[in-house]
Structures are given as C-alpha cells and as structure tokens.
C-alpha cells in the first residue's frame, strides 16, 4: 500500500469536472484508490465519480490518496500530476 498527501487550491474544490478527471485516471489501473480527507472520516473510491463528488471537498483540504495494488506507484504518480494539471 502507498500513500501520498495532496492539498486542494481550487477555489472550487473538487467539482464534476475534476471528479471526472480523477475517476477516469483512476480507472486505468488495477489498483484499488482510495480517498480520504485528513482529519476526518469522509472516504471515497476514486473509481465512482459520485462517491469522489459526494465527498464535497473544498479548497484548503488536505487529501490522503491511498492505492494498493501491483501499480499502485504509478497510479498514484499519474493522479497527482493529472490533479495539478487540472488546477486542483
């Protein structure tokens, strides 16, 4: 299992659009990834677009992003940069 922390800059938080980023990105691999707000126990699978969205994330959270799996690594270094790329 592998861990990283991203915080959120959007003013917007995580919305349709960069839930939909997410969830497609996440869907490309095997592992499992899971999402969670630190501090808190709000949780999502990063492959369901209305559990990343229910999530109502806003700007300044802290998200630890979990994936287990024989790619997790990869996974987990493709989220974060298609998330900084979308702005989030």
Known sequence: ???IEYNIQDENGI???P???IVSTAKKYKSAITIRISGTEKTADAKKL???MG???TKGDRLQIT???EDAGEALMK???EMR???L
Do not use: D, N, P
């Open 1 to 3: 299992m592998q861990t």
């Open 15 to 17: 919305h349709a659009r």
């Open 19 to 21: 839930a939909g980023i």
């Open 50 to 52: 209305f559990a990343v």
């Open 55 to 57: 999530m109502g994330v």
């Open 67 to 69: 994936a287990e799996g």
């Open 79 to 81: 989220l974060e940069a």
């Open 85 to 87: 790329s979308a702005g």
